[in-house]
Nanobody
């Protein structure tokens, strides 16, 4: 059974950092592009970042404008895990963060292109 599980969320002060993890079971994560998305209360789910497979698309990465310069997506294939390192967090980064998979991703970070969604991990940025 294909499953993605997110972890690493929590409460952090503005300017702080968190590292989210997306771990796969039932398939090899590096065979797929993995995206991170978030959904704030009352808002639609939006794309944050994605990383392509290492061999077919050179592991290329894409970021939403809101994430550029602050967030970094990476893979640890030995752990079958994709990370989202989030630095300089802002109150507006507060949301439930999800990871999902697709065959290949690009700058559009379209929610509809992804599947096998995890259950999400909550990030709260507050003083």
């Amino acid at each position: 059974q294909v499953q993605l599980v997110e972890s690493g969320g929590g409460l952090v002060q503005p300017g702080g950092s968190l590292r989210l993890s997306c771990t796969a079971s039932g398939f090899t994560l590096d065979d797929y592009a993995i995206g991170w998305f978030r959904q704030a209360p009352g808002k639609e789910r939006e794309g944050v970042s994605c990383i392509n497979p290492s061999d077919t698309r050179s592991g290329s990465t894409y970021y939403a404008d809101s994430a550029k310069g602050r967030f970094t997506i990476s893979r640890d294939n030995a752990k079958n895990t994709v990370y989202l390192q989030m630095n300089s967090l802002k109150v507006e980064d507060t949301a439930v963060y999800y990871c999902a998979s697709t065959w290949g991703c690009g700058a559009e970070l379209a929610v509809a292109d992804f599947g096998s969604w995890g259950q999400g991990t909550r990030v709260t940025v507050s003083s």
